[in-house]
């Protein structure tokens, strides 16, 4: 039985967004077929998803209401994540959730992961008896790899597949974020195996192994991405857009996660607004957001 108190009498209305790979390296692959990175993950303050949670008139159990083209509204991260905390909490109120996307779906951002994240912080504030935080966060990577990260909502250094977090400061704080997510879908199964057929590697210096929150050890890696060589082959057009950042003036471009969505960071907030601005001129290549301050 739900307490009545744990239970929201209206609707609740909650915002997500996604993250970039400041770099990523491909540094292993498991017996299990899962790969293990070495990234680290900045939060972006937009463009963000909308969830819309309402009470509802059942015995239990959450609906996902979504009409964004390639999700399952009954098979998702959000189902997913609801589905992990009723298993480790018991509490399964019935609720609909209306999902309103505007992070692009697929591009490497993270949209799903940190909408799912919503999901389990949404129950976490409303349930009886809430989960205590290791257990939290053991349920966030068994509902996806950057589920973890999205519940921290700061720049975390990510190992293993995704799941080790360690917090630490980006070094890009104060820049201006440009996101360009071209209209194209890659798929991170398909790119996973095609950097296996490759063979790429990355092998990490001993300067990547100095102390995590020494930001200056990563710096120099930023815009580095092991999927970039498989993808940009595929899609010679995203290359062609990261160097367009580059020439606009950004101090760092690359890809984020497996693609397609890139991103350019600028110290200067003016070459960062002209080249959003000549980016949304070409609107038949991507869709442009930001620039954003970071």
Known sequence: ??????FPAGEEVVHAAGKINLFLFITGKLPGGYHELKTLFMPLPGPQDTLVFRPARRE????????TPGIDPRKNTLTRAYGLYAEASGF???VDVELIKAVPHGAGLGGGSSDGAQV????????????????LLAVAARTGADVPFFLKGVPCLAEGIGERLSPV????????????????????AWAYAAWDAE??????TEK????????SSYQSFYGMNDFEPVVFAAHPELAALKMQLLRAGADIAGMSGSGSALFGLFRDPGCAAQGAAAL???????????????
């Open 1 to 6: 039985m739900i307490e009545e108190s744990a």
């Open 60 to 67: 239990g159990g959450m609906v996902v209401h979504c009409d």
């Open 92 to 94: 399964a109120p019935a």
């Open 120 to 135: 389990l912080l949404w129950l976490q504030r409303h349930a009886p008896e809430p989960l205590p935080e290791e257990t």
């Open 169 to 188: 400061q980006s070094g890009v704080e104060g820049m201006s974020c440009v996101l360009v997510c071209p209209h194209v879908h890659v798929d991170t």
């Open 199 to 204: 063979r790429a590697s990355f092998s990490l």
């Open 208 to 215: 990547t192994k100095a102390d995590k929150n020494n930001r």
């Open 280 to 294: 949304r001129e070409e609107r038949e290549k991507a869709e442009v957001f930001g620039p954003f301050l970071l």
